[in-house]
């Protein structure tokens, strides 16, 4: 390398490290740095609306998901043996008011459209349920069919950001 070849490498690394430097701590230190929560600058392009909740409603809300997703494996399951009652008690659990005991303001802090789709999701398990204690299985296969719309159509509408704790209200 020669020596203007090497000078022009070291002016580039000089400019790098100075945009880095840049991007860390000089972009916006005129806003306060509660302008932007970590959150939002983690999930910059993510078009689905976010539904904002507190630490513990966060974690109650995750839980439920995982809840779901334990149930659709084991109806699946119930389905391959084939063991009708099982999956009657399983949909069932999953059917209208089985959401058990919510955090406080849980659902005051969901978006109307977002609680009409966990509804739907609910009446769904409640009427694969049904088709599953009558044995018709197109009508069980339908619900299932509509449940599991209804789980993509909100992930695909919504997404949980964490309320960030100000230090007064939390
Ligand atoms: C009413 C809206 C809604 C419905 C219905 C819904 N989900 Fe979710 N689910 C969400 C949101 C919002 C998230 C968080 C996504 C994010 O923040 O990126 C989530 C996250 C999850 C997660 C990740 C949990 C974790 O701990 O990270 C799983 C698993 C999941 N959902 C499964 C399901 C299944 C299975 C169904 C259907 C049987 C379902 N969900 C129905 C809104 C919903």
Not at 10 to 31: H, N
Not at 43 to 56: K, M, Q, Y
Not at 62 to 78: K, P, S
Not at 150 to 158: A, K, L, S, V
Request: proline content about 5%; charged content about 20%.
């Amino acid at each position: 390398m020669t020596k203007s070849q090497s000078n022009l490498m070291l002016a580039l690394l000089a400019g790098v490290f100075g945009i880095l430097l840049y991007i860390s701590f000089g972009a916006g230190t005129d806003e306060p740095a509660k302008a932007k929560s970590v959150t939002e600058a983690q999930v910059a392009g993510d078009p689905r609306e976010a539904v904002v909740l507190n630490a513990e409603q966060h974690q109650f809300a995750l839980e439920q998901m995982r809840g779901l997703l334990v149930t659709i494996r084991d109806l699946d399951a119930a389905e391959t043996i084939p063991d009708p009652a099982t999956a009657i008690e399983l949909a069932r659990a999953q059917g209208p008011g089985s959401g058990g005991k919510h955090p406080d303001g849980f659902h005051e802090a969901l978006p109307e459209g977002f609680r009409q789709m966990s509804q739907a999701m609910r009446k769904s398990f409640a009427g694969m349920a049904d088709a599953a204690a009558k044995g018709d299985k197109p009508a069980y296969q339908e619900s299932q069919q509509q449940a599991l719309n209804t789980c993509i159509g909100c992930h695909e509408t919504y997404r949980f950001e964490q309320q960030q704790s100000s230090g007064i209200i939390d």
